[in-house]
Every structure is written in C-alpha cells, then in structure tokens.
C-alpha cells in the first residue's frame, strides 16, 4: 500500500493540530464566558436573596413580608420565590413563578447553593438559611429576652432566557469564526506544505538532471537551512559517484586497450606458429614470444587488480621496516651489475611501513627512470633520516624519513606534468622496448595515499626528482 507523500503528511499534522487547537481554545473560552455569566447571575441572586430575607418580620408566629420589598419591586415571571420552614417544611410566602415541589426535607445550610433547573427556558437556582429568632430580641432592653422563631429555608430562582441567548450569540460567534479560521488554515497549510516542499522537488529534478547529463549543480536557497546542508552532501556524493563513474569508464577503456595489444600478440603469434611446421627452434621463438606477452598481461592484471583494493579502501597493516635494506633489495634486483643505481644515506633506517607496498612504490619510481632515461645516466637514491632541525645539504627540517629518487633524463613535458600520476598514461620519451601500461606512477600515488605519505614531484631542467616523505 502506497503511503501519504511528505507534503501530504506535512499538511494533514498541520491541519489536524491547528484545528485541535483552536477547538480546545474556542472550549475554554465558551466554558469561560459561560461561568462569568453564571458568577454574575448567581450574585445577582444572592444579592435578591439577602435583601429578601432582611425584610422578613417574625409577628405573632408568622413570617411577614411586604410585597413590594419581595425583590426590590419587581415581581414578575422572572423571579419565583418560596420561603418555608425548616422544622415542618411549610411554606411560609410564595411569590412569582413556580418552583418545583421539594423531593425531601429541607436540610441546615451553612452556605447557600446554587443549581439549574431544566425547562425551556432553564432557571437558575439558589437556596439560602436564616435563622430568624437569632433577629428577634425582647423590646425592652432590661429583660432581654429571647423570643423563639423559626428557621426559614429560602428558595428563589430566576429565569436563564438571557443567559441562553448571550450563549447562544457565543456559540454562533465561535462556530462563525472558526469556520473562518479553519479554511484560513487550510490555505495556510496547502502554502506552507508546498513552501517547505519545494526545494525537496527542486533538488530531485536537479538528481533526475544528474543522471541524464552529468550536471552536478543542486538548486540551493544560500541561507544555511537543512535543505542547503542536504543540497551539499548530495551535491559531494553526486561529485564523488560522477567521478568514480567517469574513472570506471576511462579505467575500462583503457584497460581494454592495454589488454588487446599483448592478446593480439599472442594471438598472431600462435596462428603463424601454426601456419606450417617448423623447428623446435622456431617454436621456440614463437613460445618466447608469447610468455613474454602473458607475462605483461599478468603485471598488467595485478596492477588493476592491486589498483581496484586500494579503490575500494584497503586497510594498510603497518609494521617496523627497515627502509635501507630494502631499497638496497630493489635495486639488486632491477640493476644486478649497481652501474645506474646509486644509493645514498644511513645503513640502517627504520620506519612503520608495509612493507611490499612500500616494495612496490620503490621499484615503479626506480623502474620508471630506468627506462625512461640513457643507460648511461645515473639515478640517486637518497635516504634522510628525521632531522626536527635544518641541517645544512640536507633540505629543510623534516620531522619524518625521507626518500629522494632523482634521475637525469630528458624530464617531463609542460603537457604531461599535470597528469603524470593519471592511469595509463605514457610519456612520449619512453622507451620503445618497454612494455608498461602506464600505471606505474598511478601505483605510487595510490600507495602514498593509503599509507598517507607526502609524495611530491619537482620538475627540473635535466630529469625529475621524486621526494617520499614516510
């Protein structure tokens, strides 16, 4: 089942609290009204309580009451009063509209109460106490006495039509209004939804762009809100896959070009071999022929292969290495007779470092300048051990071990300088017996990055120069 799209869902939450907020606020505000009037109404009735039962005389066993002082003159519909007694529940004086009869005996009241009466309209409804004797004393003030009366139980009620239709005129205010402000906030939340949702839109017609043309530019609004955080990270990750897209391109083609040569090598030379029979010598030759084209399909494969690990990040599993000794190893193998190889700096020379990586660099930057300069010029190797100071003839102060190769061939071409660590890339000077493929000094930066050496390259005049900082 397909769910809610987040513009959707950004205005459905909007809508849904924005709505539940205002009823909750129009709840509050009516329930407030609606007691105010009733605090004001319920005042009002015990005012016209008090003032009734402070006219009430007690003559002769009876209570007695002026008509005209019931509720300061005004009787009608709206009021209905009832004073009866306590003790017996009599009614003592009735006046104005009805009330309901009493379900039980009138109970003592501390405090008067207030109740609403249903009925169209409602009334509302307040009882009271007083005990009259407590007013009535002897006229003669030597004798003091206290003469016995009863205590009056006081009902009066007044009509709630006005109090209804002051609510009445509440309710429809608030329904008015909220259905005003509910359409308001649906607006509101289609704008907002489509505001916040916008630059999300924005960024992936720009990734559908990506994939079609290779545009990396991302939309941004250059205010440092999430969506620009967001539009840089894509924009990074879409830089680092178009890259790494356009590397596996140029890495195919190339390695296919590479690997056509030494398998059309191989090829031509079985198919003449096969032509005719021929010597043991001749088949020989051609065999010659054709282990030294598999031999440079195999370093080829093991370069990309080696290549394709540290792509992918290779761990490096460092350990203590003697640096001397194995440069010293490096060049017995690529120059047996040490007539070209010329090595300089302390016998013994310890850094952490894996070793046949490090193998690996050694012998493509010496394997590089062997072939690429006259056999009669030398090339140098110097080993400098960590020196925190500059020390004179040694360079500037390093605080790492260094390793300077520097030969004396025709150097690099302004062309080419900018590339040279680029795969299966060959200088025009090479050697017209070599059999590389152009990923020898490709291996070299990629060793000095995974092992985070500080590799630069300084062109010179009458060859280059190499420096290795481990």
Not at 433 to 438: E, M, Q
Request: net charge neutral; glycine share 8%; hydrophobic share 40%.
């Amino acid at each position: 089942m397909r769910g809610m799209t987040i513009q959707n869902t950004l205005r459905a939450w909007f809508f849904l609290l924005t709505t539940l907020l205002l009823v909750v606020f129009s709840t509050v505000l009516y329930l407030g009204v609606r007691r105010s009037l009733f605090q004001a109404l319920d005042a009002e009735i015990g005012a016209r309580a008090e003032a009734f039962l402070s006219s009430v005389e007690w003559e002769e066993g009876r209570a007695h009451v002026e008509a005209g002082d019931l509720l300061g003159g005004a009787v009608d519909d709206k009021w209905g009063v009832e004073l009866r007694d306590a003790g017996s529940g009599r009614i003592l004086t009735r006046v104005g509209a009805a009330l309901p009869p009493l379900k039980q005996k009138p109970l003592a009241l501390s405090m008067p109460r207030f109740v609403t009466l249903p009925g169209s309209p409602p009334r509302r409804l307040g009882l009271f106490a007083r005990d009259l004797e407590k007013e009535e004393m002897g006229e003669e003030a030597e004798e003091r006495e206290r003469r016995e009366g009863p205590r009056c139980f006081l009902r009066i009620s007044r009509s709630m039509a006005s109090i209804e239709a002051q609510l009445a005129g509440v309710r429809w205010t608030i329904l008015v209004l909220g259905g005003f402000s509910l359409l308001v906030l649906l607006a509101f939340s289609l704008f907002l939804s489509w505001r916040l949702v916008r630059p999300l839109r924005d960024l992936g017609e720009t990734a559908k762009r990506v994939q079609a043309n290779g545009q990396k530019g991302l939309p941004r609004s250059h205010n440092g809100d999430e969506v620009d955080q967001l539009a840089a990270i894509l924009e990074d990750a879409f830089g680092a896959l178009l890259a790494a897209l356009d590397r596996q391109r140029r890495f195919t083609s190339d390695a296919s070009h590479e690997l056509r040569n030494p398998i059309a090598g191989i090829q031509n030379a079985a198919e003449v071999a096969l032509r005719q029979r021929r010597s043991p010598e001749e088949y020989q030759a051609f065999l010659q022929d054709i282990l030294g084209s598999s031999q440079r399909m195999g370093r080829l494969v093991s370069a990309l292969l080696l290549l394709a690990r540290m792509d992918q990040g290779m761990e490096v599993q460092k350990e203590p290495t003697d640096i001397s000794m194995l440069l010293a190893q490096c060049a017995l193998d690529l120059d047996p007779g040490g007539k070209r190889i010329q090595i300089q700096g302390p016998s013994q020379l310890t850094a952490k470092v894996q070793p046949e990586l490090l193998r690996i660099l050694c012998e493509n930057l010496l394997q590089n300048s062997l072939h690429y300069t006259p056999k009669e010029s030398p090339i140098e190797v110097r080993i400098l051990a960590p020196n925190p100071v500059p020390v004179q003839g040694q360079g500037s102060a390093s605080p790492r071990p260094r390793l300077i190769f520097r030969d004396h061939g025709p150097g690099i071409p302004p062309s080419l300088q900018d590339h040279i660590f680029d795969r299966f890339v060959r200088g025009a000077q090479a050697n017209p017996n070599r059999d590389g493929a152009g990923l020898g000094l490709s291996l070299v930066a990629e060793i000095a990055r995974v092992h985070s050496f500080d590799l630069q390259v300084h062109f010179l005049e009458d060859g280059v120069q190499f420096e290795l900082g481990l």
